[in-house]
């Protein structure tokens, strides 16, 4: 096997030439006098500084991003206004009176019930 190498071409030499002049005639800058303790003074400031607070507005948006959270918080929701539309919905006296009518053994529902009771009501 054999190995090939690349030779530069002219322009290529030509680029490197002017890189190395520019680099023989850069001007090194010197930082100001104390930058390093300004420097490390506002590292230990952001350091110290105090996180920012999470308002709920924000923490909802990040916690109903997750399918899991979303749904119980659907959950939690649908459950609340179940029970709260059925402490608010009065109860009426025609409700054991439909109860009692629809487990009649000419229904449907009474028929079931008679057949796995073995015909007691």
């Known amino acids: 096997m054999t190995q090939v190498t690349e030779r530069p071409d002219d322009a290529t030499r030509a680029d490197d030439a002017r890189l190395s002049a520019a680099l023989k005639g850069w ?16 590292i230990r400031r952001e350091a110290v500084a105090t996180p920012p607070r999470l308002t709920v507005i924000e923490f909802l948006r990040l916690t109903l991003l997750q399918p899991a959270w979303a749904a119980a918080a659907a959950a939690v929701i649908g459950v609340g206004i179940g029970i709260g539309v059925a402490l608010v919905t009065p109860r009426s006296a025609a409700f054991g009176i439909q109860t009692e009518r629809l487990l009649q053994r000419d229904t449907l529902a009474g028929s079931y019930l008679a057949m796995t009771t073995g015909g007691v009501l």
């Open 27 to 42: 001007h090194v800058v010197e930082p100001s006098p104390g930058f390093d303790q300004g420097v490390w003074d506002r």
